[in-house]
């Protein structure tokens, strides 16, 4: 079975600073997806950038941006120039590519972020 | 993406009883999901709501407990059955986007269970 681990429960960044958050992952499968989403205290999960395995370019999405490390199972999400509204739990989470009934998202135990001003 | 809405998106219930929680989607979508997010954790899939036919439980959870309805491809319900306070959770619906690959989710339900 897929687990998703996230080893640092809090952290914190100034506003306009910048942050990296730490997701590690275990698997057997060669392809899968890998995502980042983000819940504020409003508690919508929205999602914040999404990485395919078999691409080898880490996904970007305006201030955001991944580090995917393949080999190392490593995916982790770079904030650049913080916001107040980047504040949030955020979740990483473990899909696999096959289909059928196996589109279940596998969650890390979340990192609460802090942005101070 | 698709526009997710939940009803109720809050209530307080006493053990014993059932909640029906509602999904609708704006647009028709193959793959419908229902997660659970107890207090201070991650979410945890209940099972994946097919429409046509039975829902798919993950281990874990079963239908006399948490029996969900698709009657079409735009709406789903889960019902939680015989309530107790372990119950209490924010309980959320997904949908699988057209692409197969992004699930976009609904505002939550949070439920307390006295």
């Known amino acids: 079975a897929q687990t998703v681990t996230q080893s640092q429960p809090e952290m914190s960044v100034q506003e306009a600073e910048t942050v990296t958050l730490s997701c590690t992952y275990d698997t057997s499968e060669s392809d899968y997806y890998l995502f980042w989403y983000k819940q504020p205290p409003s508690r919508q999960m929205i999602l914040v950038i999404r990485q395919e395995a078999y691409k080898q370019q880490n996904a970007t999405e305006n201030r955001f941006s991944v580090n995917f490390q393949k080999a190392a199972k490593s995916f982790s999400l770079k904030i650049s120039d913080s916001q107040l509204g980047d504040a949030a739990m955020y979740f990483c989470a473990y899909r696999s590519h096959s289909g059928g009934s196996n589109y279940k998202l596998t969650f890390g135990k979340g990192t609460l972020l802090t942005v101070n001003p | 993406s698709a526009v997710i809405s939940q009803k109720p998106s809050r209530d307080i219930c006493q053990r014993g009883t059932s909640l029906t929680i509602q999904c609708q989607v704006d647009?028709?979508?193959?793959?419908m999901f229902w997660y659970r997010q107890q207090p201070g954790q991650s979410l945890t899939l209940i099972a994946t709501?097919?429409?046509?036919?039975?829902?798919?439980?993950e281990s874990g959870f079963v239908i006399d407990k948490f029996p969900i309805s698709r009657p079409n491809l735009t709406f789903s319900t889960l019902t939680v059955s015989n309530m107790s306070p372990e119950d209490s959770s924010i309980y959320l619906c997904?949908?699988?986007?057209?692409?197969?690959?992004?699930?976009?989710f609904g505002p939550g339900t949070r439920l307390l269970v006295l």
């Open positions: 709501a097919n429409q046509g036919s039975e829902a798919t439980y």
């Open positions: 997904s949908v699988l986007a057209d692409n197969q690959e992004t699930q976009y």
């Open positions: 647009s028709q979508v193959t793959m």
